[in-house]
């Protein structure tokens, strides 16, 4: 059998990959900025089945935040260009919203915040010095599927026999929308091997519908469509 099949026949390495699932989880939920989650008084009954609208329900996002996430990337860029937003000011309300979707929905395999912050006040610094924009992309947050490579970052595509590839470089994807000014903020749960119909693997889970969260999100860019569902037009 390849090495790269997820094989739970034999317990020693069941508990092995175990052990590594259990540090995937938790290295994604250490990524979330706790004080953008919902408060429990605002997490939906058991029997609500609808969460979509929920970002427009809770105080966590502003009026600014909710108008700033929905507006078109055109847009973004355009009001970044001309001083009407920052970078850091877009980014926030981005990964605001971004948490509340996944919070919900279980869609991001890992938030980038740290070092979107970080590119964000460089992006604001470099407008504030020139009054020029870093590219046609400056400031513009951009969701990331797993499987594209991060330089640093564990790099799986659904398979726990991969929890150990840390890629020593950004894919050529990656580093093109660096390039243009765009800002990777988060990465997002896709089905083992992109190859399921339905967002799931034994790393993070399901992926699930806004709509019914019975249901579960397609394949193979569920995390990417439910982030897009919730409205954070990435």
Request: with cysteine; charged share 25%.
């Amino acid at each position: 059998m390849p090495a790269f099949v997820n094989d739970i026949s034999d317990p020693e390495k069941f508990a092995l990959w175990s052990d590594k699932i259990e540090a995937a989880k938790k290295r994604r939920d250490d990524s979330v900025i706790t004080e953008y989650l919902l408060e429990k008084s605002e997490l939906p009954a058991s029997d609500r089945l609808d969460v979509s609208k929920i970002p427009y329900e809770t105080s966590k996002l502003s009026e600014a935040d909710v108008a700033i996430t929905e507006l078109p990337a055109p847009e973004i860029v355009g009001k970044i260009a001309s001083g009407e937003l920052t970078s850091t000011e877009v980014l926030t309300s981005f990964l605001k919203r971004a948490t509340i979707a996944h919070q919900l929905l279980n869609c991001a395999t890992e938030f980038l915040a740290d070092e979107a912050l970080e590119a964000a006040k460089e992006l604001d610094e470099y407008y504030k010095e020139t009054g020029k924009t870093k590219g046609p992309l400056h400031g513009l947050p951009v969701s990331i599927k797993e499987h594209v490579s991060i330089k640093g970052k564990v790099t799986n595509a659904g398979y726990v026999a991969l929890l150990d590839n840390i890629t020593p470089e950004d894919c050529v994807t990656v580093k093109v929308l660096r390039e243009l000014g765009a800002i990777p903020f988060v990465r997002t749960n896709e089905p083992q091997s992109l190859m399921h119909q339905d967002s799931t693997n034994y790393i993070t889970g399901t992926t699930c519908n806004p709509f019914n969260t019975k249901l579960s999100s397609s394949g193979s860019s569920g995390g990417e469509v439910q982030l897009l569902s919730m409205d954070v037009m990435v």
